[in-house]
Protein backbone atom coordinates (compact mmCIF):
# COMPACT_ATOMS: atom_id res chain seq x y z
CA UNK A 1 0.00 0.00 0.00
CA UNK A 2 1.08 3.28 -0.68
CA UNK A 3 2.52 5.74 2.27
CA UNK A 4 0.15 8.68 2.53
CA UNK A 5 3.50 11.11 3.29
CA UNK A 6 5.14 9.85 0.37
CA UNK A 7 2.62 10.53 -1.74
CA UNK A 8 1.80 14.13 -0.51
CA UNK A 9 5.69 14.65 -0.75
CA UNK A 10 6.08 13.47 -4.47
CA UNK A 11 2.96 16.16 -5.09
CA UNK A 12 4.63 18.70 -3.22
CA UNK A 13 7.79 18.09 -5.33
CA UNK A 14 5.89 18.28 -8.63
CA UNK A 15 3.91 21.93 -7.74
CA UNK A 16 7.84 23.03 -6.62
CA UNK A 17 9.52 21.60 -9.68
CA UNK A 18 11.07 24.71 -11.96
CA UNK A 19 8.64 25.46 -14.59
CA UNK A 20 11.21 26.05 -17.13
CA UNK A 21 11.65 27.78 -20.48
CA UNK A 22 10.40 24.98 -22.36
CA UNK A 23 7.15 24.62 -20.22
CA UNK A 24 6.57 28.10 -20.86
CA UNK A 25 6.47 27.77 -24.53
CA UNK A 26 3.92 24.97 -24.52
CA UNK A 27 1.71 27.12 -22.48
CA UNK A 28 2.40 30.31 -24.23
CA UNK A 29 1.77 27.85 -27.51
CA UNK A 30 -1.53 26.21 -25.92
CA UNK A 31 -3.23 29.78 -24.39
CA UNK A 32 -2.68 31.48 -28.40
CA UNK A 33 -3.75 28.17 -29.79
CA UNK A 34 -6.79 28.09 -27.00
CA UNK A 35 -7.48 32.14 -28.17
CA UNK A 36 -7.44 30.94 -31.56
CA UNK A 37 -9.62 27.83 -31.71
CA UNK A 38 -12.45 29.15 -29.68
CA UNK A 39 -12.96 32.41 -31.86
CA UNK A 40 -10.94 35.34 -29.01
CA UNK A 41 -8.22 35.79 -31.37
CA UNK A 42 -10.34 35.73 -35.17
CA UNK A 43 -8.94 34.98 -38.64
CA UNK A 44 -6.66 37.58 -39.97
CA UNK A 45 -6.01 39.63 -36.43
CA UNK A 46 -2.50 40.35 -36.26
CA UNK A 47 -1.05 39.01 -33.36
CA UNK A 48 1.70 41.66 -31.41
CA UNK A 49 6.19 40.84 -32.74
CA UNK A 50 7.96 38.78 -31.00
CA UNK A 51 8.94 41.30 -28.94
CA UNK A 52 5.85 42.44 -27.74
CA UNK A 53 4.35 39.10 -27.01
CA UNK A 54 7.41 38.19 -25.00
CA UNK A 55 7.07 41.77 -22.83
CA UNK A 56 3.02 41.02 -22.39
CA UNK A 57 3.36 37.72 -21.27
CA UNK A 58 6.46 37.92 -19.24
CA UNK A 59 8.62 35.94 -21.01
CA UNK A 60 11.66 35.51 -23.04
CA UNK A 61 11.72 36.68 -26.40
CA UNK A 62 13.29 33.21 -27.52
CA UNK A 63 10.59 31.81 -25.49
CA UNK A 64 8.02 33.70 -27.49
CA UNK A 65 9.71 32.87 -30.94
CA UNK A 66 9.53 29.55 -30.38
CA UNK A 67 5.94 29.10 -29.14
CA UNK A 68 5.10 31.05 -32.82
CA UNK A 69 7.00 28.90 -34.25
CA UNK A 70 5.01 25.79 -33.47
CA UNK A 71 1.84 27.73 -34.38
CA UNK A 72 2.83 28.38 -37.63
CA UNK A 73 3.27 24.41 -37.94
CA UNK A 74 0.32 24.02 -36.59
CA UNK A 75 -1.60 26.39 -39.41
CA UNK A 76 -3.00 28.54 -36.48
CA UNK A 77 -1.13 31.66 -37.69
CA UNK A 78 0.44 33.14 -41.05
CA UNK A 79 3.60 34.82 -40.85
CA UNK A 80 4.79 37.45 -43.75
CA UNK A 81 7.26 39.33 -44.21
CA UNK A 82 8.05 43.16 -45.58
CA UNK A 83 6.19 46.32 -45.27
CA UNK A 84 2.75 45.51 -43.69
CA UNK A 85 4.10 41.95 -42.40
CA UNK A 86 3.76 40.35 -39.18
CA UNK A 87 2.32 37.19 -37.70
CA UNK A 88 -2.13 36.88 -38.23
CA UNK A 89 -4.41 34.59 -36.51
CA UNK A 90 -5.99 31.58 -39.27
CA UNK A 91 -8.68 30.45 -38.20
CA UNK A 92 -8.82 26.67 -38.60
CA UNK A 93 -12.27 25.31 -40.04
CA UNK A 94 -14.65 23.47 -37.27
CA UNK A 95 -13.68 19.94 -38.58
CA UNK A 96 -10.08 21.14 -38.05
CA UNK A 97 -10.66 22.05 -34.67
CA UNK A 98 -11.67 19.19 -33.20
CA UNK A 99 -9.34 16.99 -35.42
CA UNK A 100 -6.33 19.66 -34.30
CA UNK A 101 -7.64 18.75 -30.83
CA UNK A 102 -7.44 14.93 -31.33
CA UNK A 103 -4.37 15.17 -33.29
CA UNK A 104 -2.43 16.55 -30.90
CA UNK A 105 -4.01 14.36 -27.36
CA UNK A 106 -2.61 11.13 -26.61
CA UNK A 107 -4.70 8.07 -25.73
CA UNK A 108 -4.12 7.79 -22.33
CA UNK A 109 -5.46 12.15 -22.28
CA UNK A 110 -8.22 10.66 -24.29
CA UNK A 111 -9.35 7.82 -22.02
CA UNK A 112 -8.57 10.36 -18.75
CA UNK A 113 -10.97 12.91 -20.42
CA UNK A 114 -13.66 10.26 -21.13
CA UNK A 115 -13.19 8.45 -17.76
CA UNK A 116 -14.12 11.56 -16.10
CA UNK A 117 -16.99 12.19 -18.29
CA UNK A 118 -18.65 9.29 -18.28
CA UNK A 119 -18.63 9.08 -14.11
CA UNK A 120 -19.93 12.96 -14.15
CA UNK A 121 -22.75 12.34 -16.48
CA UNK A 122 -23.63 8.40 -15.57
CA UNK A 123 -23.53 10.03 -11.83
CA UNK A 124 -26.50 13.12 -13.09
CA UNK A 125 -28.92 10.55 -14.85
CA UNK A 126 -28.61 8.62 -11.71
CA UNK A 127 -29.60 11.31 -9.54
CA UNK A 128 -32.58 12.70 -12.15
CA UNK A 129 -34.12 9.83 -12.45
CA UNK A 130 -34.46 9.75 -8.48
CA UNK A 131 -35.18 13.27 -8.84
CA UNK A 132 -37.34 14.44 -11.89
CA UNK A 133 -41.10 15.18 -11.84
CA UNK A 134 -42.69 13.61 -14.81
CA UNK A 135 -43.59 16.89 -16.87
CA UNK A 136 -39.96 18.03 -16.62
CA UNK A 137 -39.61 14.57 -17.93
CA UNK A 138 -41.59 15.29 -20.76
CA UNK A 139 -39.99 18.03 -21.76
CA UNK A 140 -36.84 16.19 -22.68
CA UNK A 141 -38.52 14.36 -25.57
CA UNK A 142 -38.31 17.80 -27.44
CA UNK A 143 -34.46 17.12 -27.34
CA UNK A 144 -35.02 13.84 -29.10
CA UNK A 145 -34.83 14.37 -32.46
CA UNK A 146 -36.16 12.10 -35.30
CA UNK A 147 -34.15 9.36 -36.33
CA UNK A 148 -34.18 9.77 -40.00
CA UNK A 149 -32.88 13.20 -39.47
CA UNK A 150 -29.64 13.64 -40.97
CA UNK A 151 -28.26 17.54 -39.86
CA UNK A 152 -25.29 16.11 -37.91
CA UNK A 153 -25.51 20.07 -36.19
CA UNK A 154 -28.52 19.15 -35.13
CA UNK A 155 -27.55 16.04 -33.74
CA UNK A 156 -25.00 17.50 -31.91
CA UNK A 157 -26.75 20.43 -30.65
CA UNK A 158 -29.80 18.12 -29.06
CA UNK A 159 -27.32 15.68 -27.45
CA UNK A 160 -25.27 18.57 -25.70
CA UNK A 161 -28.61 20.09 -24.55
CA UNK A 162 -30.26 16.57 -23.35
CA UNK A 163 -26.89 15.94 -21.15
CA UNK A 164 -27.30 19.56 -19.64
CA UNK A 165 -31.18 19.12 -19.09
CA UNK A 166 -30.20 15.70 -17.37
CA UNK A 167 -27.94 17.14 -15.32
CA UNK A 168 -30.21 20.41 -14.73
CA UNK A 169 -32.40 17.73 -13.23
CA UNK A 170 -30.42 16.52 -10.56
CA UNK A 171 -31.44 19.98 -8.55
CA UNK A 172 -27.51 20.46 -8.15
CA UNK A 173 -26.39 23.77 -9.57
CA UNK A 174 -22.77 22.67 -9.50
CA UNK A 175 -22.81 19.93 -10.45
CA UNK A 176 -24.56 21.10 -13.72
CA UNK A 177 -21.90 23.62 -13.91
CA UNK A 178 -19.37 21.12 -14.05
CA UNK A 179 -21.42 19.92 -16.62
CA UNK A 180 -21.03 22.64 -18.86
CA UNK A 181 -17.46 22.33 -18.12
CA UNK A 182 -17.30 19.04 -19.71
CA UNK A 183 -19.27 19.23 -22.22
CA UNK A 184 -17.07 22.77 -23.27
CA UNK A 185 -13.89 20.28 -22.92
CA UNK A 186 -14.59 16.76 -24.22
CA UNK A 187 -18.44 17.20 -25.06
CA UNK A 188 -17.31 18.19 -28.71
CA UNK A 189 -15.02 15.36 -29.43
CA UNK A 190 -17.33 12.99 -27.92
CA UNK A 191 -20.18 14.03 -30.89
CA UNK A 192 -17.39 13.71 -33.57
CA UNK A 193 -18.89 9.92 -34.32
CA UNK A 194 -22.55 11.55 -34.96
CA UNK A 195 -20.86 12.16 -38.32
CA UNK A 196 -21.97 8.43 -39.14
CA UNK A 197 -25.65 7.70 -39.88
CA UNK A 198 -25.61 3.99 -37.91
CA UNK A 199 -24.16 5.69 -34.98
CA UNK A 200 -26.31 8.46 -35.23
CA UNK A 201 -29.40 5.52 -35.54
CA UNK A 202 -28.12 3.71 -31.86
CA UNK A 203 -27.60 7.09 -30.41
CA UNK A 204 -31.13 8.43 -30.65
CA UNK A 205 -32.16 4.93 -29.30
CA UNK A 206 -29.66 4.79 -26.65
CA UNK A 207 -31.02 8.40 -25.82
CA UNK A 208 -35.08 7.05 -26.20
CA UNK A 209 -34.02 4.57 -23.49
CA UNK A 210 -32.73 7.46 -21.31
CA UNK A 211 -35.55 9.43 -21.38
CA UNK A 212 -37.94 6.32 -20.66
CA UNK A 213 -35.60 5.61 -17.61
CA UNK A 214 -36.32 9.28 -16.37
CA UNK A 215 -39.70 8.78 -16.77
CA UNK A 216 -40.27 5.50 -14.85
CA UNK A 217 -37.56 6.72 -12.32
CA UNK A 218 -35.32 3.89 -12.87
CA UNK A 219 -32.44 4.71 -11.75
CA UNK A 220 -29.85 2.11 -12.40
CA UNK A 221 -31.35 2.09 -16.28
CA UNK A 222 -30.73 5.90 -16.55
CA UNK A 223 -27.10 5.37 -15.40
CA UNK A 224 -26.81 2.34 -17.87
CA UNK A 225 -28.27 3.97 -21.01
CA UNK A 226 -25.80 6.61 -20.33
CA UNK A 227 -22.93 4.45 -19.80
CA UNK A 228 -23.66 2.52 -22.79
CA UNK A 229 -24.04 5.90 -24.96
CA UNK A 230 -20.79 7.25 -23.50
CA UNK A 231 -18.62 4.01 -23.89
CA UNK A 232 -20.01 3.10 -27.51
CA UNK A 233 -18.77 7.14 -28.32
CA UNK A 234 -15.40 6.75 -26.74
CA UNK A 235 -14.77 3.45 -28.60
CA UNK A 236 -15.63 5.42 -31.91
CA UNK A 237 -13.76 8.14 -30.87
CA UNK A 238 -10.65 5.63 -30.09
CA UNK A 239 -10.56 5.07 -33.97
CA UNK A 240 -11.29 7.79 -35.76
CA UNK A 241 -7.99 9.02 -33.09
CA UNK A 242 -5.77 6.16 -34.34
CA UNK A 243 -6.85 7.30 -37.73
CA UNK A 244 -5.94 11.11 -37.27
CA UNK A 245 -2.53 9.94 -35.57
CA UNK A 246 -1.27 7.83 -37.68
CA UNK B 1 -45.44 39.12 23.90
CA UNK B 2 -46.84 36.62 21.33
CA UNK B 3 -45.56 36.94 17.70
CA UNK B 4 -47.98 34.91 15.40
CA UNK B 5 -44.97 33.40 13.67
CA UNK B 6 -47.34 31.59 10.41
CA UNK B 7 -48.47 35.72 10.00
CA UNK B 8 -44.61 36.90 9.90
CA UNK B 9 -43.62 33.57 7.19
CA UNK B 10 -46.85 34.52 5.29
CA UNK B 11 -45.59 37.92 5.37
CA UNK B 12 -41.92 37.98 4.42
CA UNK B 13 -43.28 35.44 1.30
CA UNK B 14 -45.66 38.52 0.44
CA UNK B 15 -43.18 40.70 1.04
CA UNK B 16 -40.83 39.28 -1.29
CA UNK B 17 -43.50 38.05 -4.10
CA UNK B 18 -45.62 41.28 -3.70
CA UNK B 19 -42.97 43.17 -4.68
CA UNK B 20 -42.12 40.74 -7.76
CA UNK B 21 -45.95 40.79 -8.27
CA UNK B 22 -45.90 44.92 -8.47
CA UNK B 23 -42.61 45.62 -10.53
CA UNK B 24 -44.26 42.70 -12.93
CA UNK B 25 -47.82 44.62 -13.21
CA UNK B 26 -45.32 47.73 -14.04
CA UNK B 27 -43.20 46.03 -16.67
CA UNK B 28 -46.15 44.61 -18.54
CA UNK B 29 -47.90 47.82 -18.08
CA UNK B 30 -44.65 49.78 -19.79
CA UNK B 31 -43.76 47.00 -23.01
CA UNK B 32 -47.38 46.24 -23.71
CA UNK B 33 -48.07 50.50 -24.23
CA UNK B 34 -44.03 50.11 -26.19
CA UNK B 35 -45.41 47.31 -28.51
CA UNK B 36 -49.11 49.35 -28.98
CA UNK B 37 -47.20 52.52 -29.93
CA UNK B 38 -45.61 50.49 -33.30
CA UNK B 39 -42.80 48.07 -34.28
CA UNK B 40 -40.56 47.27 -31.17
CA UNK B 41 -36.43 46.02 -31.87
CA UNK B 42 -34.24 44.81 -29.50
CA UNK B 43 -32.40 48.09 -29.17
CA UNK B 44 -35.71 50.17 -28.03
CA UNK B 45 -36.69 47.61 -25.90
CA UNK B 46 -33.93 47.55 -23.44
CA UNK B 47 -33.84 51.19 -24.04
CA UNK B 48 -37.12 51.65 -22.52
CA UNK B 49 -37.03 49.18 -19.42
CA UNK B 50 -33.35 49.67 -18.17
CA UNK B 51 -33.60 52.16 -15.76
CA UNK B 52 -36.69 50.82 -14.05
CA UNK B 53 -35.55 47.61 -14.15
CA UNK B 54 -32.44 48.40 -12.68
CA UNK B 55 -33.73 50.58 -9.86
CA UNK B 56 -35.80 47.35 -8.85
CA UNK B 57 -32.87 45.28 -8.59
CA UNK B 58 -31.03 47.57 -6.07
CA UNK B 59 -32.54 44.53 -3.95
CA UNK B 60 -30.19 42.51 -3.54
CA UNK B 61 -32.54 39.69 -2.64
CA UNK B 62 -33.20 39.70 -6.56
CA UNK B 63 -30.84 37.76 -8.48
CA UNK B 64 -32.09 39.48 -11.83
CA UNK B 65 -35.16 40.86 -13.90
CA UNK B 66 -36.33 42.00 -17.56
CA UNK B 67 -38.88 41.13 -20.04
CA UNK B 68 -37.80 37.96 -22.53
CA UNK B 69 -39.67 38.65 -25.78
CA UNK B 70 -42.03 36.11 -27.42
CA UNK B 71 -40.37 34.70 -30.62
CA UNK B 72 -40.79 37.28 -33.57
CA UNK B 73 -42.41 39.96 -31.29
CA UNK B 74 -39.30 42.03 -32.11
CA UNK B 75 -38.60 43.64 -35.37
CA UNK B 76 -35.03 42.70 -36.16
CA UNK B 77 -34.59 39.41 -33.64
CA UNK B 78 -36.85 36.24 -33.38
CA UNK B 79 -35.49 35.43 -29.99
CA UNK B 80 -34.33 38.01 -27.45
CA UNK B 81 -34.05 38.48 -23.20
CA UNK B 82 -33.75 42.00 -22.23
CA UNK B 83 -32.64 40.96 -18.89
CA UNK B 84 -30.00 41.95 -16.24
CA UNK B 85 -28.70 39.49 -13.69
CA UNK B 86 -26.07 38.56 -11.13
CA UNK B 87 -23.63 40.72 -8.68
CA UNK B 88 -22.89 42.88 -11.49
CA UNK B 89 -26.08 43.09 -13.04
CA UNK B 90 -24.98 42.50 -16.42
CA UNK B 91 -27.04 42.42 -19.44
CA UNK B 92 -27.90 39.24 -21.19
CA UNK B 93 -29.51 39.64 -24.61
CA UNK B 94 -29.10 35.74 -26.08
CA UNK B 95 -29.74 33.00 -24.59
CA UNK B 96 -26.90 30.35 -25.64
CA UNK B 97 -26.25 26.15 -25.07
CA UNK B 98 -23.42 27.06 -22.62
CA UNK B 99 -20.79 24.12 -24.14
CA UNK B 100 -21.68 24.69 -27.70
CA UNK B 101 -22.75 28.28 -27.88
CA UNK B 102 -25.71 27.71 -30.05
CA UNK B 103 -28.74 29.97 -29.82
CA UNK B 104 -31.57 28.13 -27.39
CA UNK B 105 -35.07 28.40 -27.87
CA UNK B 106 -36.27 29.05 -24.73
CA UNK B 107 -40.04 29.05 -25.76
CA UNK B 108 -39.80 25.22 -24.02
CA UNK B 109 -38.89 26.27 -20.49
CA UNK B 110 -40.84 25.87 -18.28
CA UNK B 111 -41.29 29.64 -17.06
CA UNK B 112 -42.16 30.80 -20.30
CA UNK B 113 -44.25 27.93 -21.47
CA UNK B 114 -46.59 28.02 -18.62
CA UNK B 115 -47.83 31.72 -18.36
CA UNK B 116 -47.88 31.35 -22.39
CA UNK B 117 -50.90 28.74 -21.82
CA UNK B 118 -52.56 29.99 -18.77
CA UNK B 119 -52.16 33.78 -19.35
CA UNK B 120 -51.41 33.79 -15.25
CA UNK B 121 -48.71 34.69 -13.16
CA UNK B 122 -46.60 31.92 -12.79
CA UNK B 123 -43.66 30.21 -10.53
CA UNK B 124 -40.98 27.95 -11.95
CA UNK B 125 -38.73 26.10 -10.10
CA UNK B 126 -36.98 25.39 -7.75
CA UNK B 127 -35.01 24.17 -11.05
CA UNK B 128 -31.47 25.00 -12.05
CA UNK B 129 -31.30 27.72 -14.70
CA UNK B 130 -28.23 26.70 -17.21
CA UNK B 131 -29.25 29.16 -19.86
CA UNK B 132 -29.40 32.39 -17.98
CA UNK B 133 -28.26 32.38 -14.12
CA UNK B 134 -26.50 29.71 -13.91
CA UNK B 135 -27.92 29.10 -10.35
CA UNK B 136 -30.65 27.26 -8.78
CA UNK B 137 -33.43 29.72 -8.98
CA UNK B 138 -37.14 30.59 -8.49
CA UNK B 139 -38.37 32.43 -11.53
CA UNK B 140 -41.77 34.59 -11.41
CA UNK B 141 -43.03 35.09 -14.81
CA UNK B 142 -46.01 37.41 -16.06
CA UNK B 143 -47.48 37.33 -19.70
CA UNK B 144 -47.39 40.47 -21.47
CA UNK B 145 -50.02 40.83 -24.35
CA UNK B 146 -49.87 43.30 -27.26
CA UNK B 147 -52.51 43.38 -30.30
CA UNK B 148 -53.77 40.50 -29.16
CA UNK B 149 -51.20 38.61 -28.72
CA UNK B 150 -48.59 37.57 -26.27
CA UNK B 151 -45.31 40.12 -26.45
CA UNK B 152 -43.45 37.95 -24.32
CA UNK B 153 -43.02 37.74 -20.34
CA UNK B 154 -41.66 39.99 -17.80
CA UNK B 155 -40.28 37.99 -14.88
CA UNK B 156 -37.68 38.03 -12.31
CA UNK B 157 -35.55 35.48 -10.66
CA UNK B 158 -34.75 34.67 -6.98
CA UNK B 159 -32.17 31.88 -5.88
CA UNK B 160 -33.25 29.64 -3.81
CA UNK B 161 -30.29 30.31 -1.39
CA UNK B 162 -32.02 33.61 -0.86
CA UNK B 163 -35.34 32.04 0.09
CA UNK B 164 -33.38 29.63 2.66
CA UNK B 165 -31.87 32.83 4.63
CA UNK B 166 -35.37 34.82 4.48
CA UNK B 167 -37.93 32.28 4.63
CA UNK B 168 -36.37 28.97 7.35
CA UNK B 169 -36.21 30.80 10.25
CA UNK B 170 -40.21 31.75 10.40
CA UNK B 171 -40.91 27.50 8.76
CA UNK B 172 -38.81 26.29 11.47
CA UNK B 173 -40.80 27.96 14.18
CA UNK B 174 -44.08 26.38 12.61
CA UNK B 175 -42.01 22.90 11.91
CA UNK B 176 -43.29 23.90 8.25
CA UNK B 177 -42.32 23.35 4.33
CA UNK B 178 -42.62 25.35 1.72
CA UNK B 179 -43.66 24.16 -1.35
CA UNK B 180 -44.41 25.33 -5.19
CA UNK B 181 -48.12 24.34 -6.98
CA UNK B 182 -46.59 20.95 -8.27
CA UNK B 183 -45.49 20.06 -4.62
CA UNK B 184 -42.04 20.88 -5.07
CA UNK B 185 -40.18 21.24 -2.04
CA UNK B 186 -38.78 24.77 -1.23
CA UNK B 187 -37.55 25.11 1.84
CA UNK B 188 -38.34 23.10 4.73
CA UNK B 189 -37.99 22.93 8.53
CA UNK B 190 -37.52 19.40 8.77
CA UNK B 191 -33.67 18.94 7.57
CA UNK B 192 -34.47 15.17 5.79
CA UNK B 193 -36.96 17.53 3.07
CA UNK B 194 -34.37 18.44 0.31
CA UNK B 195 -35.13 21.97 -1.51
CA UNK B 196 -36.50 19.73 -4.77
CA UNK B 197 -38.62 16.78 -3.22
CA UNK B 198 -41.78 16.20 -4.07
CA UNK B 199 -44.27 16.35 -1.07
CA UNK B 200 -47.25 16.79 -2.49
CA UNK B 201 -49.82 20.09 -1.95
CA UNK B 202 -52.58 20.32 0.76
CA UNK B 203 -56.06 19.11 -0.66
CA UNK B 204 -57.42 22.59 0.34
CA UNK B 205 -56.41 25.41 -1.77
CA UNK B 206 -53.04 23.91 -2.68
CA UNK B 207 -53.37 23.64 -6.26
CA UNK B 208 -54.48 27.45 -6.83
CA UNK B 209 -51.62 28.69 -5.19
CA UNK B 210 -48.10 29.29 -6.21
CA UNK B 211 -46.54 28.44 -3.21
CA UNK B 212 -48.11 27.15 -0.10
CA UNK B 213 -46.59 26.85 3.53
CA UNK B 214 -48.00 23.53 4.54
CA UNK B 215 -47.46 20.76 8.09
CA UNK B 216 -47.09 17.49 8.06
CA UNK B 217 -50.64 16.60 10.58
CA UNK B 218 -51.69 13.32 11.55
CA UNK B 219 -55.55 12.82 11.17
CA UNK B 220 -57.10 9.41 12.12
CA UNK B 221 -52.89 7.48 11.91
CA UNK B 222 -52.81 8.66 8.12
CA UNK B 223 -50.52 11.38 7.05
CA UNK B 224 -51.94 15.14 5.73
CA UNK B 225 -50.88 18.00 4.41
CA UNK B 226 -52.20 20.88 6.46
CA UNK B 227 -52.25 23.91 4.86
CA UNK B 228 -51.37 27.14 7.04
CA UNK B 229 -50.45 30.16 4.33
CA UNK B 230 -50.32 30.60 0.70
CA UNK B 231 -49.31 33.14 -2.06
CA UNK B 232 -50.97 34.71 -3.45
CA UNK B 233 -52.99 34.48 -0.01
Known sequence: MANPRAISSRARSAIFAPIGDEGRAVRVENRLAEAIRSGVLADGDRLPSELELAQMLGVATVTAREALVSLRAQGLVVTTRGRGGGSFVRAPEPGDIVKGRLATMSRVELRDRASLYLVVLTGCAELAAERAAPDEVEDLRDLLIPLEEDDVGRWRDAESELYLSVAALTQSARLTREVVRQEADFGTLLRVPLSEPDFRQAAG???????????SGDAAAARASVRDHVSHAVERLTEIHEGVRQ | MNVDVSTDCAARIEHHFGAILTELERMRASVAALFDDGPVTTDRLSAHIEADTLAFLQDPTLLGSGFVAA????????????WWQGAGRDFLGE????????AIDYTRQPWFRTPERTGKLNIAGPYVDFICADEYVMTTTLPVYAGGRMAGVAGADTSVETLETMLLPGLRELGATLVNAHGRVVVSADPHRATGEMIGVPAEGGAERLLSVVRLADADGREQLESLAGWPA
Open chain 2, 71 to 82: PDALSDRRLYLA
Open chain 2, 95 to 102: AEVPATGE
Open chain 1, 205 to 215: ERHRALVAALG
